[in-house]
């Protein structure tokens, strides 16, 4: 399990195919995991296989790369990497699990100020768990929802997080990786 609060940038160095998963891997400077650890890459829970100085490898399995923008990883590619939680760690932003949902497209990111604004088409299929408000998790960053018209949420993103993340890189039409916060699908499920 998660927060969404990004601790650093990992660069994809190296990725293997095979018929049924992917192995990348990838360079960072993130500190503290071992084989069998949990890392958030982008949203996405991965396992540690392999690691050396400033290098780990993850097997990313059909399954995932169907459901998740890994499959348009690239040598190259910069992503949100993020330790498991422990018992006792501060949850700044909030639980995730690292369980992509689905994909959304960004449509629009636009200055305001020293923030960005982001609009993001999501599939009808998790219009039930997106409310004004809310959490989402977004490439594995915990976002709030500042807007839901339809099947677009718009959310903002201040300072700190547009250089601190991935963001700095998206472009219009960006596929990235939603997972809708856990506390939203446990209270439908309860109705």
Request: glycine share 6%.
């Amino acid at each position: 399990m998660f927060s969404g609060i990004i601790q650093t940038h990992g660069k994809i160095s190296k990725l293997t195919k095979s018929n049924d998963f992917l192995s990348i891997e990838i360079q960072s400077n993130l500190k503290g995991y071992k084989i069998g650890s949990s890392i958030c890459c982008s949203g996405i829970c991965l396992t540690v296989t392999s690691f050396s100085k400033n290098k780990f490898t993850a097997d990313i399995s059909k399954e995932t790369l169907e459901k998740t923008n890994a499959k348009f990883w690239r040598k190259g590619t910069i992503i949100n990497l993020e330790n498991s939680l422990k018992i006792g760690d501060e949850v700044s932003g909030h639980f995730v699990f690292g369980h992509v949902d689905t994909t959304g497209q960004l449509l629009d990111m636009t200055k305001i100020g020293k923030s960005w604004s982001l609009s993001v088409q999501f599939p009808s299929s998790i219009k039930k768990y997106i409310a004004q408000k809310g959490s989402i998790s977004l490439n594995g960053i915990s976002l709030t929802i500042n807007e839901v018209k339809s099947n677009i949420f718009n959310c903002m993103i201040i300072p700190h997080t547009f250089k601190n993340t991935n963001i700095y890189k998206y472009k219009k039409n960006e596929i990235l990786n939603l997972e809708v916060d856990m506390l939203a699908r446990y209270a439908h499920f309860s109705k």
